[in-house]
């Protein structure tokens, strides 16, 4: 069974704070995609990467960066957590070929920012 | 550039009644499209897409969905409402490269006896 697996499920930082958010896939795919998930936005990307080392921005990239050691993993780092960085996040991976769309997501990671 | 628009933040149906839900694109090139499922406290899962071929889409869990062009429009149904089917619901599209998706805002269906 394909699985993306994200680390914490639920976290409760503090406004000042350092946060790594990490994301393993199994299925071997080249890309890996961080959204954040907030009501009435729905998903909005921060950042992808499409091979190792290699990341581009997404959509809503501030305040964010991203590490991409080895295919497998994809982690999303709050340098300075903020109270507007409370929200759902999702990563998310695929294989490249254009077009099949299929995103496999992991279940979430509820980040609480006080 | 590519947007989605979905139409509707909620949707109240009653068990065994017709599901629609809405949802709009544009894009100055053919578009691949999605609609995705999130089941509470869970992560996203493909319902079904749209890649150029036919425009009537069948999906898991009974539901489908029809591309129509001249209406920019690609609409999800399902004939008869379930209380399994109650989730959050989202139409996406590929926006450039490497399979990026941009996600409408999303709608949740309610399912009530």
Same mark, same amino acid.
């Not at chain 2, 036919?54 to 969905?65: D, P, R, S, Y």
């Given at each position: ?44 990307? @921060? ?12 959509? @809503? ?15 999303? @780092? ?9 929200s ?27 | ?14 068990? *065994? ?9 544009s ?27 036919a ?9 489908? +969905? ?7 429009s ?17 139409? +996406?599209?590929?926006?450039? *490269? ?16």
């Amino acid at each position: 069974d394909v699985k993306v697996t994200q680390s914490s499920r639920y976290l409760v930082k503090r406004t000042g704070e350092k946060v790594f958010l990490e994301c393993v896939q199994d299925m071997d795919h080249e890309n890996m995609f961080w959204y954040r998930q907030d009501p009435g936005l729905g998903l909005r990307l @921060i950042y992808f990467s499409y091979d190792v080392k290699m990341k581009e921005k997404g959509d @809503i990239p501030e305040g964010y960066s991203v590490s991409r050691e080895k295919k497998e993993r994809f982690s999303l @780092i709050l340098e300075s957590a903020s109270t507007n960085q409370t929200s759902m996040y999702l990563c998310a991976s695929s294989h490249t070929d254009r077009g099949t769309g299929e995103l496999f997501f992991g279940e979430g990671s509820r980040l609480t920012v006080l | 550039a590519q947007s989605v628009t979905q139409l509707g933040s909620h949707v109240s149906v009653s068990e *065994g009644a017709l599901v629609l839900l809405r949802c709009n694109y544009s894009s100055s090139v053919p578009p691949y499209l999605f609609w995705y499922v999130q089941y509470p406290n869970q992560g996203l899962q493909l319902l079904l897409k749209y890649t150029s071929a036919a425009t009537l889409v069948k999906g898991i869990n009974g539901f489908e +969905a029809e591309f129509k062009k001249s209406e920019t429009s690609f609409h999800l149904t399902k004939p008869s409402a379930h209380m399994s089917d109650a989730a959050e619901y989202f139409c +996406a599209a590929i926006s450039g *490269g490497y399979n990026k998706l941009i996600f409408g805002a999303g709608t949740r269906l309610a399912v009530h006896p």
